[in-house]
């Protein structure tokens, strides 16, 4: 079965299409296009995290999303050839882990569009069954890095950064996955003021690199409960949006040290986390934004020195398609009516077929 899998993180950067044949459950990548947000939606989107929204805005965006998700679908299509399925994430504009989450992108209007059905709406049916709702990536880490001897920890560096341990010879239940807190979110937001709006995200570390880590800022940022806490833990914008961005910003630092600082929060709190997993000497694979990011990686690598860090570009997994293969795959599931969570991972009382279908 050929699948879309449309994801659109926190980061807020665009739609990603992975296109993915799936046969007996094993799944091959047939091609990716990501297509950034019109610049109007995606101020709009960041504006909703920092002042109340009408409930009208609420409604007319979920319906602009599903239209800019089913052009990005037919793109890749017209690029890739016809789909027989879609799983589209949508994008998150909240999320409370274990209590509620609301992701937008109206799966009628995709499947009107594109005449074909629709899995959406993952993260609740989770929560419903007792989980956090997040995160839902790790059964597809399995799928696809599991070892029989080796223990490796698959590692997303999006706008939130999580972890998903697979011990050597693992089952599924024995699966370890959580938020380990930012992940780009905090040096994204650092590097667009730092610009005038003109960047996005600091372009290869090039900003952090230049600064100096506020060593007092980053041991208080670091006192944060949440990362003591034991997993099932998720995350959210709630956690590192704006208001987050202010307390970074009253300890008067600059936003040169600020972006150094927050990068080297991104990889202590990763790495407090691979260690409190019991994974500190794995291999860990790295996707997401942050793969591209050297100066994050060579912070994580120095906090980290047992583990062999490699990116999932070197398993065949491009870095920047995994989440929408992930989703490409948790679609299938659900169509098929098996299991998309991993209880070990989220907290659910049980495993369930994630999502609802839109023919």
């Not at 899998?5 to 990716?32: E, K, Q």
Request: proline residues 5%; positive net charge; hydrophobic residues 40%.
């Amino acid at each position: 079965m050929r699948v879309a899998g449309v994801m659109s993180g926190t980061s807020l950067d665009g739609i990603d299409v992975a296109i993915v044949d799936i046969v007996r459950g094993r799944a091959r990548t047939v091609g990716f296009t990501s297509t950034p947000y019109p610049a109007r939606i995606r101020e709009e989107l960041l504006r909703w995290y920092r002042e109340p929204v009408e409930i009208e805005r609420v409604s007319r965006l979920n319906f602009e999303l599903g239209e800019l998700y089913a052009s990005a679908v037919e793109a890749a299509v017209r690029r890739h050839g016809a789909v027989e399925l879609i799983g589209c994430h949508g994008q998150t504009v909240y999320h409370s882990g274990g209590k509620h989450t609301l992701q937008l992108g109206e799966s009628a209007v995709l499947a009107e569009r594109t005449g074909v059905p629709v899995v959406a709406n993952f993260r609740a049916r989770d929560i419903a069954a007792g989980g956090q709702g997040a995160p839902l990536v790790p059964l597809v880490d399995y799928l696809l890095f599991r070892h029989p001897r080796r223990t490796r920890v698959a590692l997303n560096i999006g706008g939130i950064a999580n972890v998903t341990v697979i011990p050597a010879g693992a089952k599924p239940e024995q699966v370890v996955a959580f938020d380990t807190g930012p992940g780009n979110m905090a040096i994204d937001a650092l590097a667009r003021e730092y610009s005038g709006g003109k960047l996005r995200y600091d372009r290869g570390g090039r900003i952090a690199v230049s600064g100096k880590i506020d060593h007092k800022l980053l041991d208080r940022l670091l006192s944060d409960a949440y990362y003591r806490r034991e997993p099932p833990k998720s995350a959210g914008r709630e956690q590192y949006g704006s208001e987050f961005i202010a307390r970074m910003k009253r300890s008067g630092t600059g936003l040169t040290d600020l972006i150094a600082t927050a990068t080297v929060l991104t990889a202590a709190t990763i790495a407090g986390g691979v260690r409190q997993s019991g994974a500190g000497e794995a291999e860990l694979i790295v996707s997401g934004g942050g793969a591209h990011n050297p100066v994050l990686l060579a912070h994580l690598a120095g906090f980290l020195p047992g583990a062999a860090i490699a990116t999932s570009g070197d398993y065949g997994i491009d870095v920047d398609a995994k989440e929408a293969i992930a989703f490409a795959v948790l679609a299938w599931r659900s169509w098929r009516q098996r299991p998309g969570n991993l209880p070990s991972a989220t907290g659910a009382r049980r495993a369930v077929p994630l999502g609802n279908i839109t023919r």
